[in-house]
Nanobody, 124 residues
Framework: QVQLLESGGGLLQAGGSLRLSCAAS????????MGWFRQAPGKEHEFVAV????????FYADSVKGRFSISRDNAKNTVYLQMNSLKPEDTAVYYC?????????????????WGKGTLVTVSS
C-alpha cells in the first residue's frame, strides 16, 4: 500500500507558475512510476503527466505539453509537477498517483494508488 500526500496548491493569476509536490509513504518509492491527474469542476478525471521509476521517461497530455514538467527525487520520496503559463482552464483538483509502471493510455495510465488531491485555482 502506498499513501500519497499532495501539497502546493493555491490561488493565482493566469500566466503564473506553481509547483506541486507529492510525498509518498513507501520505502520502495524508487520502484514506482508516478503520475499527476486532475479534475475540474463538472468535468471528468483527466490525465496530466507520468514519469517512470528513474525519471528517465515522461509522458504528457497534449493540453499541458510545453507548460508543465513532471520530475521526481527518489531520495526524498517525492514527485513534483512544475506548472508554468497557467490558464484558467487549468483550474482543478490535482491528484498524485503511483503504479508499478506507466502505460500511455487511460483511464488510469497504469496507476494503482491515489492521493486526495490539492486544489489549484487560476483566475483570469
Amino acid at each position: 500500500q502506498v499513501q500519497l500526500l499532495e501539497s502546493g496548491g493555491g490561488l493565482l493569476q493566469a500566466g503564473g507558475s506553481l509547483r506541486l509536490s507529492c510525498a509518498a509513504s513507501t520505502r520502495t518509492f524508487s520502484t514506482y512510476a508516478m503520475g499527476w491527474f486532475r479534475q475540474a469542476p463538472g468535468k471528468e478525471h483527466e490525465f496530466v503527466a507520468v514519469i517512470n521509476w528513474s525519471g528517465g521517461s515522461t509522458f504528457y497530455a497534449d493540453s499541458v505539453k510545453g507548460r508543465f514538467s513532471i520530475s521526481r527525487d527518489n531520495a526524498k520520496n517525492t514527485v513534483y509537477l512544475q506548472m508554468n503559463s497557467l490558464k484558467p482552464e487549468d483550474t482543478a483538483v490535482y491528484y498524485c498517483a503511483a503504479g508499478a509502471s506507466y502505460i500511455r493510455r487511460g483511464p488510469s495510465y497504469g496507476m494503482d494508488y491515489w492521493g486526495k488531491g490539492t486544489l489549484v485555482t487560476v483566475s483570469s
